[in-house]
C-alpha cells in the first residue's frame, strides 16, 4: 500500500473506532460526511456505506492481515443498522409539506411538468400510498437504497473477515426505534426476489427508481454469490436489458441523448439531466455495473465521454463544470478500462485542485478535500478517489467475479498493535512457502517503541526461519501448534518468515480478460 493509502486507513481507523451515538438520542460525529450531493445524499449512511468499498481493495496488498479491515467492517455495519442508518425511513413520512418551496438549485433534479407538486429526490416518503405506512427499512417495498447497500457492506464483510455469518441475527432499527431481525442470507434473498417481480428495478424513494441504486444492489447480489456459490444475482441480467431498452435512448446517430437518472413508474416519467450533462447521470454506475456486466458498462462510458466531449483533448474537462463526483468516478472507470489519454488528463485536475494532502496531529492521515471549506474532509467523494490510490486496475473486477477465497487457510497475521505499526504489505507465496510483510509506522512518535504480533496457521512452527531487513532473526518464538510471535520495533522493516512446504493453494487472482 502506498502512502496515500496508509493515510486514508488511518483517518477511516479514527471514524471507525471512535465512540458516537447513532441513536434517535444521540447524532453521528460532524466527520461523517452528510454534506454532499445535496438533496440526495445528505444522510450519513452514504458515507458508512461507500467508506466499505475500499476494504477489499487493500486485502490485495494484504490478504495475510485483516484485522483492521475487519474491525472497521463491523463498526460500520454497526452504525449502519441503527436510527441514523434509516433516518430518512424513520423520519420522511409521507408528502414533502414544503414540496412547492425547494431552492432552484434543487429542481434540476425533478421533471419540469412535476415542479412544484412532486418530492425532490432523498424525500423517502415512507407512508405515501399505494404503500402505506412500513415500519421496517429492510422489508418495505421502497427504500432500496437500504437495503441494497447493507447487504453489499455485510458481503464486504464477510470477504476481508474470511468469517461466515450469513445466519447470524442482526437487529434493525426502524420507525419509532421498532427493532426487525434480519440476517444476510434473507436479506440477500428478499433482494434477489424484488429483482424477480420488478424488471424495472425495485425502487428507493417513494416512487423513484434509481440505476445507480440498483446497480449497487445488483452488485451486492454478485458478491454473496461469488462467495456462497447461490444464484441470487441470476435476475440481474434482465434488469440491465431492461435499463438498456428504456433507460437509455440515443440520438438517430448512435450517441447518447438521454440516460435516466431515475424513473417513476406512478408517474410513467424518466428524470434525465438536459443536453450532455445526460452523461452525468452514467458516471456514478459505472463502478457497480462493470464488475456484472463489463460490455455494457464500456459502451455507457464510451457514449458519455463522446457526449461530454472529454475523449477530444482540444476540449477542457471543465467546460461542463464537473463536479469532484463526475470527475473520481471517470477517473475510476478510464483507469480500469485503460483509457490513458482520459486518465492522464483527469489525474492531472486530480493533482492541481482537488487538494490531496496529508493532516491530523502527526501529518499520517490522508484525505482529498476538493476545495471544500471543511473540518473535515468529505467521505462520500474521497471514497470512490481512493479506489484509484488503494490497488491497480483490475482489483475491484476480482473482488466480484474471482475473489481470493483461499486467504482464509492461509499464514496470516493477529494481534497487530494497529494503528501505532501499520502493514503495508502481507502476502503468502504459497507456491515457495513463504509470507512477506512490510511493516511501517503509521503513527510516526510511536517510531522504534517495541511491539510484537503472531503469525498462525503456520504448517510446523518449529520449522520456520524468520529474515528481517535481510539478517537472520531470532526475535521469535512458537506460540502454539501452528503459530509464532514476532518481536520487533515500530518502524519500516521487511519480514521473510519462510515455513515448511505444503500443498500450494491454486491461484483464484487473475486479471480481468
Not at 107 to 119: M, T
Not at 176 to 185: A, E
Not at 189 to 206: K, L, M, V, Y
Not at 221 to 232: A, H, I, N, P, R
Request: aromatic share 12%.
Amino acid at each position: 500500500m502506498n502512502d496515500r493509502t496508509l493515510g486514508w486507513l488511518r483517518f477511516m481507523w479514527d471514524k471507525a473506532t471512535t465512540p458516537d451515538d447513532w441513536s434517535d438520542l444521540g447524532e453521528p460525529h460532524p466527520w461523517w460526511d452528510r454534506y454532499s450531493a445535496p438533496p440526495m445524499c445528505v444522510f450519513p449512511r452514504f458515507d458508512v456505506a461507500y467508506m466499505g468499498y475500499v476494504l477489499p481493495l487493500m486485502l490485495e496488498a494484504t490478504p495475510a492481515w485483516r484485522e483492521a479491515y475487519t474491525r472497521i467492517a463491523d463498526e460500520l455495519i454497526r452504525r449502519y443498522v441503527s436510527f441514523w442508518g434509516a433516518v430518512d425511513w424513520c423520519t420522511l413520512i409521507g408528502p414533502d409539506p414544503g414540496v412547492d418551496r425547494y431552492p432552484p438549485e434543487w429542481l434540476v433534479n425533478v421533471p419540469e411538468p412535476l415542479r412544484g407538486r412532486y418530492a425532490i429526490p432523498g424525500w423517502t416518503g415512507n407512508g405515501v400510498e399505494p404503500w402505506g405506512l412500513q415500519p421496517d427499512p429492510v422489508g418495505a417495498d421502497g427504500n432500496l437504497f437500504y437495503r441494497g447497500w447493507l447487504n453489499l457492506l455485510l458481503g464486504i464483510r464477510r470477504y476481508v473477515s474470511g468469517e461466515t455469518g450469513e445466519s447470524q441475527p442482526l437487529d434493525i432499527t426502524g420507525y419509532q426505534n421498532r427493532q426487525f431481525t434480519w440476517t444476510h442470507k434473507r436479506i440477500a434473498e428478499f433482494i434477489s426476489a424484488q429483482f424477480r417481480t420488478r424488471p424495472q428495478g425495485p425502487h428507493c424513494e417513494n416512487t423513484k427508481i434509481w440505476p445507480f441504486c440498483v446497480s449497487a444492489s445488483g452488485l451486492g447480489l454478485k458478491l454473496y454469490d461469488v462467495l456462497l456459490g447461490t444464484t441470487l444475482h441470476e435476475p440481474f441480467p434482465r434488469w440491465v436489458e431492461y435499463a438498456r431498452q428504456h433507460y437509455v435512448s440515443l440520438t438517430s446517430t448512435g450517441e447518447l441523448d438521454t440516460f435516466a437518472s431515475y424513473y417513476d413508474p406512478i408517474e410513467q416519467r424518466r428524470m434525465s439531466l438536459p443536453g450532455p450533462l445526460a452523461a452525468y447521470g452514467v458516471l456514478p454506475c459505472l463502478l457497480h455495473l462493470y464488475p456484472q456486466d463489463r460490455e455494457f458498462a464500456v459502451w455507457l462510458y464510451e457514449l458519455a465521454m463522446r457526449r461530454l466531449g472529454w475523449n477530444n483533448p482540444d476540449i477542457p474537462l471543465s467546460r461542463l463544470g464537473p463536479g469532484p463526483q463526475q470527475l473520481s468516478a471517470a477517473l475510476w472507470m478510464a483507469r480500469e478500462v485503460g483509457d490513458i489519454g482520459i486518465e492522464d488528463r483527469i489525474r492531472a485536475i486530480v493533482e492541481r485542485d482537488f487538494q490531496p494532502r496529508f493532516f491530523g496531529d502527526e501529518n499520517d492521515r490522508f484525505a482529498f478535500w476538493f476545495g471544500y471549506d471543511s473540518t473535515w474532509p468529505r467521505g462520500q467523494i474521497n471514497a470512490t478517489m481512493m479506489l484509484t490510490e488503494c490497488a491497480c486496475p483490475g482489483a475491484w473486477w476480482r473482488v466480484f467475479n474471482q475473489p481470493n477465497v483461499a486467504l482464509a487457510s492461509e499464514p496470516a497475521l493477529r494481534g497487530v498493535d494497529y494503528p501505532s505499526i501499520g502493514i503495508r504489505r502481507a502476502q503468502n507465496d504459497m507456491a515457495q512457502h513463504v509470507l512477506n510483510i512490510e511493516t511501517t509506522a503509521v503513527t510516526p512518535s510511536r517510531r522504534g517503541n517495541p511491539t510484537s504480533f503472531t503469525v498462525d496457521q503456520l504448517p510446523g512452527p518449529d520449522e520456520v526461519s524468520v529474515t528481517v531487513d535481510g539478517q537472520d532473526s531470532s526475535g521469535w518464538h512458537v506460540t502454539g501448534r501452528n503459530s509464532i510471535r514476532l518481536d520487533l520495533d515500530v518502524g519500516e522493516h521487511q519480514i521473510r518468515v519462510a515455513f515448511p512446504g505444503a500443498a500450494a493453494s491454486p491461484a483464484l487472482h487473475s486479471s480481468p480478460p
